[in-house]
């Protein structure tokens, strides 16, 4: 049995996300007497587009109990939202079979910070934040040691309540053909308070790929969204950290693989989002992806932003850097869709990149402003009233 699957957003303190399920896991293995190995699942993959893994997919349709560190960026993800949302019908479920309401859905505040209003209302299930002791943020109470004790104290509580609602509330599994890629962000708020998209577009290679093109491969993953530029000094995926800045902003995020470039642009400019490009120079000697830029730049309606760190720590790169930025002169070469402030060269800090990042996200807003479309309300929708002032 899974006890408990814990969600949280892309880029939240990873290191203490970590640690706080390896203490929550080992008290729930104590409590269940069994091995603290699958007593529970971290839901910790940064990307927040449609690529869910086979166990994760497994964990939210079979878990007992499902935990949200709930921050600001927690509600704008498409991710969490989604898994919510599954978590949240089988509790619906379980509810209409038995009468009985499981308190399985469990909300703790991570970072209390700028949390919507409704935030754990109106989403399937309406539930109560648990907060750590004292009020306290649970990330504030990992990070001082002085907190120790209240720490633990409040770890062994809600492995308490985990066990408790897993052994005497058993929820059923997911009904077959529950799929993650298609579920319903559960995440919906008012008119107004809806968060605008920025879609963040890894053109990376994957570790292996890149071992044909250069010697040090210590930036690169699995995947090309595992790109960490800065490693090892900042050695967090750049996307994950790029989530992290959009959120800032109060905008929604998603990471997407180079694949779906031309879709998440066309589909973006019909809705008044915005695509920003992470893109590794080195991928211009990948055939497949050097393409796909050059593809890209000629697409008359593109309207999207591009980055390019390059630690300035890498000395590979550093020794490289001329005959990289004509590569990646050539590959938007001949596009007259692109203006040059668009295209960021020469990030060599993730505090650069920060800086870069925010100015494009708020540009892209400024021109989406200016110049996007203009959605009208459907025939028979209801707005928010308009206030009045009333005469003297």
């Known amino acids: 049995m899974t006890y408990f699957f814990l969600s949280h957003a892309p880029g939240e303190d990873e290191p203490f996300v970590k640690r706080f399920f390896a203490d929550l896991s080992d008290q729930v293995s104590r409590r269940a007497g069994r091995d603290s190995s699958g007593v529970g699942f971290l839901d910790s993959s940064m990307l927040d587009g449609p690529q869910w893994p086979a166990d994760a997919h497994t964990a939210i349709t079979t878990c007992q109990t499902f935990i949200a560190l709930c921050s600001r960026r927690y509600f704008l993800s498409d991710r969490c939202g989604r898994a919510w949302g599954i978590f949240a019908d089988r509790v619906r479920r379980h509810e209409i079979e038995t009468g009985v309401r499981a308190p399985a859905l469990i909300p703790v505040i991570w970072s209390g910070g700028g949390l919507p209003n409704g935030a754990f209302h109106g989403h399937g299930v309406d539930v109560t934040p648990h907060h750590a002791p004292g009020g306290e943020d649970l ?3 990992l990070r ?10 409040f770890v062994t509580s809600l492995a308490h309540r985990v066990v408790d609602v897993a052994h005497k509330q058993r929820l059923p599994s997911a009904p077959p053909g529950t799929n993650l890629e298609s579920a319903e ?20 290679g ?3 790929q890149m071992r044909e093109v250069r010697r040090d491969v210590q930036f690169y993953g699995d995947r090309g969204e595992d790109w960490a530029p800065f490693c090892p000094t900042v050695p967090e995926p750049i996307a994950e950290h790029a989530c992290g800045v959009a959120a800032d902003q109060l905008l929604g995020s998603e990471v997407v693989s180079a694949e779906g470039m031309p879709q998440y642009v066309a589909a973006a400019r019909e809705r008044n989002e915005i695509v920003v490009l992470l893109v590794d120079a080195w991928a211009t000697r990948l055939t497949e992806l050097r393409q796909a830029l050059q593809d890209l730049a000629q697409r008359q309606d593109a309207d999207f932003a591009v980055l390019v760190p390059a630690n300035g720590e890498d000395t590979e790169t550093v020794s490289q850097s001329g005959e990289l930025r004509k590569a990646m002169a050539r ?3 001949g596009s007259d869709s692109r203006p040059a402030a668009t295209l960021t060269m020469d990030i060599r800090s993730m505090e650069g990149f920060d800086k870069d990042l925010g100015r494009v996200l708020a540009d892209a807003r400024h021109r989406i ?8 309300r459907p025939v028979g929708s209801r707005g928010r009233q308009r206030p009045i002032l009333g005469g003297p």
């Open 139 to 141: 990330r504030v109470l």
């Open 144 to 153: 001082l040691r002085r907190n120790h004790t209240a720490y633990r104290a």
């Open 185 to 204: 962000n559960a995440f919906h708020w008012d008119e107004g308070e809806h968060p605008q998209r920025v879609y963040f577009v890894v053109v990376a």
């Open 206 to 208: 994957t570790r292996q």
């Open 331 to 333: 590959a938007f070469d």
């Open 369 to 376: 402003y200016r110049t996007g479309r203009v959605f009208r």
